[in-house]
């Protein structure tokens, strides 16, 4: 009877997961692929308040639930972004969504769908900062070690792989997306995904 009953929900969470997992993969693909390391080390690296407030705002308009959000913040964080920002738009994200706002204005009313929206992203302010006071060893980017960093030179790598072509990139992002992310965080989204179906 229980194992049935889990089946069932792992699968039911399993179906309405999948679209938003497939958005958050594709974008962290194009993430790893167009967004230059150093770009995301000046806006989103550091201590500072400033990589909290942008992730803030990217995750108040980004267009994913919290399982998509997952990916995203892996690739951030791999291109080396602080812990301040990944849990500010961890934070953000889910709740600041149009479809989960209009769910909330539906259930609760409008007032309270801008009370939820203004305090999640405090929370996600308050987060970050906190998270950046976190002393979090790092030890270089997480990124494969075939990557470089484009920053203070470039190197012939960073060159070749901007001048590729369009299918070149393309088969670049869907491997990250669906092959390479799948094997980093998928244990863990199964993981998470059985939690919610035993519960």
């Excluded at 709740?95 to 706002?101: E, F, G, M, R």
């Excluded at 990124?143 to 901007?162: L, T």
Aim: with cysteine; proline share 5%; hydrophobic share 50%.
């Amino acid at each position: 009877m229980f194992l049935s009953r889990f089946g069932a929900s792992f699968l039911h969470y399993l179906a309405v997961t999948v679209p938003a997992l497939f958005v958050g993969f594709i974008l962290s693909g194009v993430i790893h692929e167009f967004v230059p390391d150093e770009w995301i080390e000046k806006h989103l690296g550091g201590r500072g308040m400033k990589g909290v407030f942008w992730s803030t705002l990217a995750g108040t308009f980004a267009p994913v639930c919290c399982w998509g959000a997952l990916p995203i913040a892996v690739s951030f964080r791999r291109k080396g972004a602080s812990l301040g920002p990944i849990l500010a738009v961890l934070i953000v994200t889910p709740a600041t969504s149009v479809n989960a706002l209009i769910v909330t204005a539906g259930l609760l009313g409008i007032k309270f769908a801008a009370f939820l929206f203004f305090t999640v992203i405090l929370m996600g302010l308050a987060a970050g900062f906190i998270g950046n006071r976190i002393p979090v060893r790092r030890s270089g980017k997480i990124s494969a070690p075939a990557e470089c960093i484009c920053g203070e030179k470039k190197c012939s790598h960073c060159a070749a792989k901007a001048q590729r072509g369009f299918l070149s990139r393309m088969k670049s992002i869907l491997k990250y997306a669906f092959i390479d992310m799948p094997k980093d965080i998928g244990k863990e989204i199964l993981l998470g995904l059985g939690l919610a179906a035993a519960v």
